[in-house]
């Protein structure tokens, strides 16, 4: 019997997909490399009760992913939003958070910032600065504490399938449970079922809010590799840059040293955060 249905867990070859009904099936992929990831929908073949067979994935809307010269790593699909969590403590990184927005941009996704943990009102001040550049070009930012007010959170979660990233100790996890009060049970569920008497978040797995929201919690993150994207890509993805792309004097300008550069000229200005523009270059210089 073939079924459609979401993947709400991945776990190496081992996918649970939920069915219309709610019900969920422990699945695996068809052939030896799989390509899935977390929020695709799927076609499966069921096997068993309990079991069935991925044969083929839907379109996808969006494909998060991250990349290095080696390999690649899917950590979501079809989302419309992506939520960088931060907290006052500990500290966050600002390349980091300019990887993730890099990444949710080449997919046309929606990009809110949460600086978490902003009970620990002393250190409000020093964690909300950096995200002032952010916030500049037109990217929300939302202060709130997961373990006080999460829901604050609810209004912008509506409509759309929202992942959650981040470095870890931001406090993705707390919030999840803080908004999800079966998460820890659906979380140990599905550890259960795929063996892996694990309850951190080691892979990706969706939550849903209703029936019009919903939750992906991916693993804490340390980098976040763009080798799959082009210079060209990465450039369309600062906002401050597009409206200077094409204006320079040279039509394969890289925006480092040629003249009569139009981003090296606003960048004189102070149009251009140096923050910012480091990171673009360094970004270019890593896909070489």
Do not use: W
């Amino acid at each position: 019997m073939k079924l459609t249905g979401t993947v709400v867990a991945a776990y190496g070859r081992q996918y649970r997909v939920e069915l219309a009904d709610t019900t969920t099936l422990l699945c695996f992929p068809r052939g030896k490399k799989s390509a899935i990831a977390c929020g695709d929908r799927v076609i499966v073949e069921q096997s068993s009760a309990n079991q069935g067979v991925i044969s083929s994935i839907e379109a996808r809307r969006t494909l998060l992913y991250r990349s290095d010269h080696f390999k690649q790593k899917l950590i979501a699909a079809n989302v419309t939003q992506v939520i960088v969590v931060v907290a006052t403590e500990p500290a966050f990184s600002d390349e980091l958070i300019t990887r993730c927005i890099v990444a949710a941009e080449s997919q046309d996704i929606k990009v809110l910032i949460v600086l978490n943990k902003c009970d620990l009102s002393e250190r409000v001040a020093a964690a909300r600065a950096p995200l002032a550049q952010y916030e500049k070009l037109g990217y929300p930012v939302m202060m709130l504490s997961a373990t006080q007010d999460s829901a604050l959170l609810l209004p912008h979660l509506a409509g759309h399938l929202s992942l959650l990233i981040g470095q870890s100790g931001m406090g993705k996890s707390t919030l999840i449970n803080s908004l999800i009060p079966d998460a820890r049970a659906a979380t140990r569920e599905i550890s259960e079922a795929l063996n892996t008497g694990k309850h951190t978040t080691t892979h990706s797995r969706l939550y849903r809010l209703g029936t019009a929201a919903a939750l992906i919690d991916s693993p804490g993150l340390t980098e976040f590799g763009l080798q799959h994207l082009s210079s060209e890509d990465i450039a369309l993805a600062f906002l401050e840059l597009r409206p200077l792309l094409g204006k320079c004097r040279f039509r394969n300008c890289r925006h480092d040293r040629e003249p009569h550069c139009s981003v090296h000229t606003a960048l004189g200005h102070g149009d251009i955060d140096p923050r910012r523009y480091a990171v673009f270059r360094s970004l270019c210089a890593e896909i070489g």
